[in-house]
């Protein structure tokens, strides 16, 4: 094939492959952060930079460092397990498209060529590279009875498109790390988590109603009053948050409510 052809078909593969799997990876990787994120929730507080990287941001680049952060500072290693898991999911989703793109390639296609005596050259038919020998030095020649010729290799204008076989073994390999460690949290998740079957998975609107009522009772009604940055350093130092469960004695019913579980800005401010 020509150039030109080679590259369209290396660039559709990046394209279609790379960002298509990755695409669906990500999505997966994001279903099963949701329904981790429950489950660490029973195991141990957490900050609300872990939750919302969890709930919105996974699996981004900007998700990586909040995550190693949340595996340094929790405690007990079941949680901290699954955190490791996720980071490994978000870390080969985000690699995906350049391990995809290592894996294919396409090269020039040679000749051989061989150099006859007399100054000029033929090329080396297929039928006749059982002539073609190794000298002492590891150079290559064609023999034709007790006579031997050097041999050139000339570029041709065609190109080959194909896959390398070590690095497809290494994207496969991974892929197969992802999986399990995907599989192994869902499982988890499924077979451990009271909160996930009562309450659903989390979804991003769920996700920040639950935020918002936390925030509301940490820093009080006004928050609309705090920068990005204002609201980001007063959440750092903010309490760890946990679902709690709310029963309605008059009606028998539960709710569940993401809280740090401290009394609220809006109680402070009354009692002062």
């Known amino acids: ?12 593969w990046n394209l279609a492959a790379g960002h298509g799997i990755q695409a669906l990876t990500g999505f997966v990787t994001y279903r099963i952060a949701a329904d981790a ?3 660490i929730i029973e195991l141990v507080p957490v900050s609300y930079e872990t939750f919302a990287t969890m ?5 981004v680049i900007s998700s990586l460092i909040p995550l190693l952060r949340a595996i340094l500072e929790t405690r007990g290693w079941r949680a901290k397990a699954i955190l490791i898991s996720l980071f490994i999911c978000a870390l ?3 690699a995906l498209p350049t391990l995809l793109d290592s894996a294919t390639g396409y090269i020039q296609v040679t000749e051989v060529w061989v150099n006859w005596m ?20 590891g150079t290559k020649v064609f023999q034709e009875g007790d006579k031997i010729y050097p041999i050139s290799c000339i570029p041709t204008p065609m190109y080959q498109w194909g ?3 070590v690095w497809t073994a290494v994207v496969i390999s991974l892929f197969i790390v992802w999986a399990w460690c995907c599989y192994g949290i869902w499982v988890d998740s499924h077979k451990s988590s009271y909160l996930l079957h009562q309450s659903g998975r989390i979804g991003q609107w769920r996700a920040v109603a639950d935020l918002g009522t936390a925030m509301h009772e940490d820093l009080g009604p006004n928050l609309s ?5 204002g609201l980001r350093n007063q959440l750092r130092h903010a309490p ?6 709310l029963v309605d004695q008059g009606w028998g019913t539960q709710r569940v409510r993401l809280s740090s579980g401290q009394p609220s800005a809006v109680q402070q401010l009354n009692n002062a």
């Open 1 to 12: 094939m020509t150039f030109t052809k080679a590259k369209a078909i290396d660039l559709s």
């Open 37 to 39: 994120l429950l489950r």
């Open 55 to 59: 709930s919105f941001n996974l699996p």
């Open 92 to 94: 080969y989703t985000l």
């Open 118 to 137: 007399n100054g000029t050259m033929t090329r080396l038919n297929d039928d006749k590279w059982s002539n073609v020998s190794d000298l002492d030095d």
């Open 163 to 165: 896959f390398c076989f």
């Open 225 to 229: 009053c705090f920068s990005d940055s």
């Open 240 to 245: 760890l948050l946990k679902y709690t469960m």
